[in-house]
């Protein structure tokens, strides 16, 4: 089976631009959720969808966007970029049902942002 | 509401020792717990999983985890370090909540591997 993928894998934007990842989860996985990871904050979660659904969702601005497609693959909008976005992008996927919460991760995006 | 603490920044043991990561987290029921490696510029792999059963859980690369509900520790250890594992190792609790499933990762704890 295919793992998580994602990409770009590094983006390099500026101050005010918006940016979209995507991320491909495994096949059959309907749950996909989206983390932040800097070297001050650690991984924080940005949120999770299933079934084209938010279904939680962490402590973000309102800058910071989803959305799921019918085939489970999702992307992640990041409007007016600024300098602290700058960061790497973890996707993760997972079945999404009961007692099936592993997950499992992409190689994640690095975006800098200039 | 649950957390996991990391309380080790950074280890440094010898190639051949054995090691053990630290990890406790903070939950009222029992939660899910996992370990996650993660190499340079990589995402994170899992290594191992518990949710219920025997409290010892074998993962891979050699890693092994016991779950102490009485401690709220969830350690990871492996008997002999390898050059490779030198990573960065991240605890995570997850729980389900009304809205669905929540996993909150530790810090993380640095490994390096002296030769």
């Known amino acids: 089976k295919a793992g998580v993928t994602q990409t770009p894998r590094y983006l390099i934007k500026t101050r005010g631009q918006q940016v979209t990842l995507s991320c491909s989860p495994i096949?059959?996985?309907?749950?996909v959720s989206w983390y932040q990871q800097t070297p001050g904050q650690g991984l924080q979660f940005l949120f999770e969808?299933?079934?084209?659904?938010?279904?939680n969702k962490g402590n973000f601005p309102g800058r910071f966007s989803g959305r799921q497609f019918s085939n489970s693959r999702s992307e992640m909008n990041v409007s007016t970029l600024e300098l602290g976005d700058s960061a790497l992008y973890l996707c993760?996927?997972?079945?999404?049902?009961?007692?099936?919460?592993?997950?499992?991760f992409g190689p994640g995006t690095r975006l800098l942002v200039l | 509401a649950q957390s996991v603490t990391q309380p080790d920044i950074h280890i440094t043991v010898s190639e051949g020792a054995s090691l053990e990561l630290r990890c406790n987290y903070s939950?009222?029921?029992?939660?899910?717990l996992f370990w996650y490696v993660q190499s340079p510029g990589q995402g994170l792999q899992l290594l191992l999983k518990?949710?219920?059963?025997?409290?010892l859980v074998q993962g891979i690369k050699g890693f092994e985890a016991e779950f102490k509900r009485s401690q709220s520790s969830f350690n990871l250890r492996k008997p002999s370090v390898h050059w490779s594992d030198a990573a960065e190792y991240f605890c995570?609790?997850?729980?389900?909540?009304?809205?669905?499933?929540?996993?909150?990762f530790g810090a993380g704890t640095r490994l390096f591997v002296k030769a």
């Open positions: 993760a996927s997972s079945l999404g049902l009961a007692d099936q919460e592993t997950q499992y």
């Open positions: 096949s059959g996985h309907r749950s």
């Open positions: 518990y949710f219920s059963g025997d409290t």
């Open positions: 995570a609790v997850g729980a389900f909540y009304t809205g669905g499933f929540k996993t909150i």
């Open positions: 939950y009222g029921a029992t939660p899910y």
């Open positions: 969808y299933f079934s084209e659904t938010q279904r």
